[in-house]
């Protein structure tokens, strides 16, 4: 990026803002119109609020641009994109029943506590007052000079009015947050009794270990009528995934080199057999013209090189050559072309713009004038630098002039425009000259400069490790006999299969339409793949043949199942269920063994599960037994009468027998006043997560996307 880009930029504070929020469609606006004509999409509602396609799209770009910025991947961020919009309504919806509103002066008034600025110390002056009519003024200028970046402006304020309603809700209630004193007093009380047992746990695991349960679909679906809050279910699919990668063969790998070995020492067949990369005049011409990868005329340091080479490049000549050699999927030749010094130059300018530059808004002189003035500031600076000063009123760069035209230290390396530095690197310390760039005429100052570490440019020709036509239509016979040998049959025959043929097998099995991304796939079709799970005319057994474009891997793909909205199906959340629903199967059986037994002592029920017999102290408030953490337990342990055997506790490690022998008290220090404090501020701590989380379940929320996009995708097909 040209350096000027970024100065240009830079008196704007603004523009870092609005970098957040620019607005992209997910889909295109005209291809929507034409399935639902001009009235704007509704994708959802959240208590009869609407979410629009706008809205959606809104957030979603913002979440791609923070991820580009992160360096993190920027697809799979669709659901993200509707729960934060979905929180968002809710939040908006509870400010206002507190009796708030987002008026204009509310908003200047709290801006400077939102996390875009409250950190930004450009934006407060040197007391620590929020500079609020400064911004206000550049985003008057913004609305009269930049129509399109004051749009932008427009929507990043929306969002940041979402996070200031936030804000005010979640102070007003956790400020409600308190803890009566009997509360305290009790839990006081429990903090401090002690219970000592004696007890007999059978434990789950060693019980299982010899009795053999099987949890059934009916048993997993019993469990979650009994739980339906934690397993209310968005709509969803269960598919088996199976996956046929064009690898290179031995064959293909071979040839590649042979290829690239022909192409640095033989020669290419375009010149007839006589230029390779050893003796080319034009090393960047031959790579644009053979290489995988385009050229790079950069310095690098030997850090930045591949790690075959780094060691060797520091002795090498200009002109030396290393390879081939292989780097995981390419095999490579470089060639060093080049070698300096990184020196530093410390620079300042003056930017004279001129109408129809990049840097030119408001500016009214010509090309021609703007070259004149330059030139006339040049020799006077050139002549008397002390003069350098004076002429900073004029530059079209106000960020830099505010610094004294500087632009700090600099190397070769530094995104700079081209001409700009070419001007730092052929002149010395104390120079002063002007220079053309697409920006304007600069008026340069060279302040310093200091050696620095040694660069290097290396030409690398680079030739993939690509499968060979051969090698793809392998893997397209392959995938096209499984799919062959799996239709209308069975899941279980689908995976037997499968594991048979020793492919890649997955099975996400509840995969979201708005995820983005497969669990256990990652490519490229994960997007599609999802969008033929959901379509209407989808059945249970249906597969289907998918070629990630580029590669030429195959995929096979198999729906095993449909979730709509509602509870979720018993099998999709199998692994995560079933050790607990088996240990309560367990418990069951164990309990019902003592009764039948009819034991009357913990010897008794030692000796029938040939478990043994502990001792422990517990405590309601730390309910540790022996290392596990036993709230029952402990609860049994206060509530059954000394010296009496307890019924059978169903705890959350094994079933446990018990009798308390005495209880005692062990007071701790602090007072009733700093325990009801501790106990406030552990729940206000606690309250934001599990309030937001209780709002949305409790919130009528009507999605509609899956609708609307399938429609969008009958009609693109």
Known sequence: MAILGQIRSKPWLLMGVIALALLAFLVNPDSIDKVFGKNPDVLGKVNGEKITREEF??????????????????????EQAWQLLVQSKLIKQ???????????????????????????????????????????????????????????????KKTIEYRLMARQVFT???????????????????????????????????????????????????????????????????????????????????????????????????SGGTENFQNTKNDSMFVMANSDAPFNPQYMNPAQLPPTIKDQITAAAVGQTFGPYKEQDVYVVSKLVGKRASDSTLSRHILIAFKGSPAGEGVTRTKEQA??????????????????T????????????????????????????????????????GATGVVETQFGYHIINIEDKKSGSMGYKVANLVKAIKPSDATEAESDKKSRKFIQQVQGKSFNDFVNIAKKGNYQF???????????????????????????????????????????????????????????????????????????????????????????AKASSLDQVAKLFAAPKQSAQVNLLNPSVAGAMEPKVAGAAFG???????????????????????????????????????????????????????????????????????????QQQ
């Open 94 to 156: 509870q400010f206002e029943k507190l009796g708030f509103e987002m008026t204009d002066d509310y908003f200047w008034n709290q801006i400077q506590y939102d996390q875009m600025f409250a950190q930004n110390q450009q934006f407060f002056d040197e007391k620590g007052n929020f500079k609020t009519q400064d911004l206000k003024k550049e985003i008057e200028t913004l609305k009269n000079t930049n129509p399109e970046g004051y749009n932008q402006w427009l929507k990043t």
């Open 57 to 78: 799209n809104d957030q979603l770009f913002v979440l791609q641009q923070q991820a580009d910025q992160q360096g993190r991947p920027k697809s799979g961020l669709e």
């Open 390 to 429: 004076e002429f900073l009123k004029l530059s079209s760069d106000p960020n830099s002039a505010a610094q004294g035209g500087s632009l700090g230290w600099t190397t070769p390396e530094t995104p700079f425009v081209p001409e700009f530095l070419a001007y730092l690197a052929s002149n010395p310390k």
């Open 640 to 714: 059954v009468a000394k010296g009496k055997l307890s019924n059978p506790v169903e705890g959350g490690t094994g079933v446990y027998v018990l009798i308390k022998k005495s209880e005692t008290i062990n007071k701790q220090p602090g007072d009733l006043k700093q325990f009801t404090e501790s106990l406030t501020q552990r729940s206000s701590g606690m309250f934001g997560q599990a309030w937001m989380k209780s709002l949305q379940d409790n919130a009528d929320i009507e999605d509609f996307r899956i609708e609307i996009w399938g429609k969008l995708g009958n």
């Open 371 to 388: 070259k004149k003035l330059a030139d006339s500031i040049g020799a006077i600076v050139k002549a008397t630098p002390a003069k350098f």
């Open 506 to 596: 997955s099975n996400p099995k509840a995969a979201k339409r708005f995820e983005g991304q497969i669990q256990g796939l990652g490519t490229e079709k994960d997007a599609e793949i999802l969008t033929w799970a959901f379509d209407k005319k989808r059945t249970k057994g249906d597969t289907e043949l998918f070629t990630v474009d580029g590669t030429g891997d195959k995929i096979v793909v198999y729906l095993n199942g449909k979730q709509d909205a509602g509870l979720a199906d018993p099998e999709s959340v199998r692994e995560q269920i079933e050790v607990i629903v088996k240990n309560k199967l367990a418990a069951k059986q164990i309990s019902d063994k003592i009764t039948a």
């Open 172 to 270: 007003n209630i956790s400020a409600g947050i308190t803890t009566g004193k009997k509360e305290a007093e009790e839990l006081m009380k429990q903090r401090d009794q002690l219970a000592d047992i004696d007890f007999v746990k059978v434990d789950y695991a060693a019980y299982l270990q010899k009795t053999k349960i099987n949890v059934t679909t009916q048993d997993l679906a019993d469990y979650i009528k009994q739980h339906p809050v934690m397993f209310k279910a968005e709509p969803s699919r269960n598919i088996g995934v199976v996956y046929f990668p064009s690898k290179p063969s031995a064959a293909d790998d071979a040839a590649t080199l042979k290829e690239i070995t022909k192409l640095y020492s033989g020669g290419t067949d375009a």
